[in-house]
């Protein structure tokens, strides 16, 4: 590292994807970024992607929904990193089988177990060094079915997302004080490989008219780039094409 590197910055689930999206823009704007992730042969591609846009990326494996690997990874970025001055908690799944009926008890576990309580334990990892420093950014990537509930995303996935939004405005109330500042960034249908991990998954023409990882990468970049007396507590992102608007599946 050195002195033109501008933040610490983790990303969660940051193989591919969302996550790796993130990572990229962020390297490129000259911060240093650790991305992390439970697959460690993705982890390391993911990496090999990084150090092509720069040397300022490293990687740490860690399945957020255990709250000892969480802590264990957030000491050893700041250990060997410096301080975690960017949380991005991007981290998040969901399964085929969503809907009410066909949802598994132990699915729902999963499900919320990772988008919501790995949310939950990666901000806490982070929040004794940034209350000391009296600063930090955390932004949580929730989403569109989290701040409007509709069927389609199934009851595990929408609570967790919609707990996200509501941690992220507990934060700012709390953490204001440190000067840590929080934002949910929600967006709606992005074309990223999970898709097509749904039952039906959608189609070329769908998936052109859905956002890119690289639209929501640039939402993170804009919600970093902001002054630290700044506080952008939501954000909600959708396609013109949106679905959730009544706009013809194609």
């Known amino acids: 590292m050195t ?22 823009t962020l390297v490129e704007g000259g911060h240093f970024v650790v991305i992390s992730a439970r697959g460690e042969p993705a982890l390391a591609d993911a990496l090999e992607r990084l150090h092509k846009k720069g040397p300022n990326a490293a990687a740490v494996s860690v399945d957020v929904s255990s709250s000892d690997q969480v802590l264990s990874a957030a000491a050893r970025i700041e250990a060997q990193y410096g301080p975690i001055g960017i949380l991005v908690a991007n ?5 085929a089988a969503r809907a009410w009926g066909e949802l598994s008890s132990a699915d729902f576990d999963q499900v919320t177990q990772i988008n919501l309580n790995g949310v939950y334990y990666t901000i806490d990892a982070v929040l004794p060094a940034m209350r000391a420093r009296k600063d930090g950014l955390i932004i949580n990537i929730a989403s569109w079915a989290g701040r409007f509930v509709s069927a389609k995303p199934g009851p595990s996935y929408s609570a967790a997302k919609a707990a996200v939004i509501a941690l992220t405005t507990s934060l700012n109330a709390s953490e204001y004080k440190y000067g840590i500042r929080a934002c949910a960034l929600s967006p709606a249908e992005v074309a990223t490989p999970a898709m097509m991990r749904r039952q039906v998954p959608p189609t070329e023409a769908a998936l052109s008219k859905m956002l890119k990882p690289e639209d929501i990468a640039a939402a993170v970049r804009f919600v970093a780039s902001m002054p630290s007396h700044i506080c952008i507590n939501e954000l909600v992102i959708s396609p013109v094409w949106n679905g959730a608007y009544g706009a013809p599946q194609l």
Not at 4 to 10: I, Y
Not at 15 to 24: F, T
């Open 91 to 95: 981290a998040g799944m969901n399964v």
């Open 3 to 24: 002195n033109l590197v501008k933040s610490v910055c983790w990303v969660t689930g940051a193989s591919s994807g969302i996550g790796l999206a993130i990572a990229e």
